[in-house]
């Protein structure tokens, strides 16, 4: 009995120290995202939180018969904002870390006199990183529109339609959407 009462505390404990040590770590990342972040970022970044309540509040008064449904959405969308807020400042961080040592690398080459060739090398590197080469996800439409359903184009894309009107009437005449 004694040895389970021990086994248990020592589990316990574990636990508590698991428990305080992730709490640390949390607490240390804020911190460093306050000092990395300036203040001006942080107070718009709380405005639009306002704002965003105040319209939600506004709608709730306008349409108090849905109430439960609103309440579901809204949950929704405040864990959709938080998920985004933390993915903003994780990136912020990851995004800062690697140009700093792209940055101390960098002077080092310079030292060496290799500064130009450590330039191109990680550019290319960095086309060759950021261009998908991976096959499409479901449902993602294709930059050629003839592999798309209904030859359906992505917003924004120059079609011949488009490119021929503009060489006969100008730019004007044709309509952006």
Not at 104 to 124: E, M, P, R
Not at 125 to 153: D, W
Request: aromatic share 10%; net charge neutral; with cysteine.
């Amino acid at each position: 009995m004694e040895a389970k009462l021990k086994a248990y505390r020592a589990l316990r404990r574990r636990r508590e120290l698991w428990d305080t040590g992730k709490d640390k770590i949390v607490k240390s990342k804020d911190k460093f995202i306050d000092f990395i972040i300036p203040k001006i970022f942080r107070d718009m970044a709380r405005k639009e939180e306002e704002v965003l309540l105040m319209e939600e509040e506004e709608e709730l008064d306008d349409e108090s018969c849905l109430i439960m449904e609103k309440n579901v959405s809204e949950v929704n969308e405040i864990e959709s904002l938080v998920e985004d807020q933390e993915s903003w400042k994780h990136c912020l961080i990851k995004w800062s870390i690697i140009a700093v040592i792209w940055l101390i690398f960098y002077i080092i080459f310079l030292k060496l006199q290799f500064g130009a060739v450590y330039f191109v090398v990680t550019i290319l590197i960095g086309i060759c990183l950021n261009t998908r080469t991976g096959p499409r996800r479901k449902g993602e439409i294709s930059a050629y529109s003839v592999f798309n359903k209904n030859c359906k184009s992505i917003d924004g894309t120059l079609k011949a339609e488009q490119f021929e009107n503009e060489i006969r009437f100008g730019p004007g005449s044709v309509r952006p959407f």
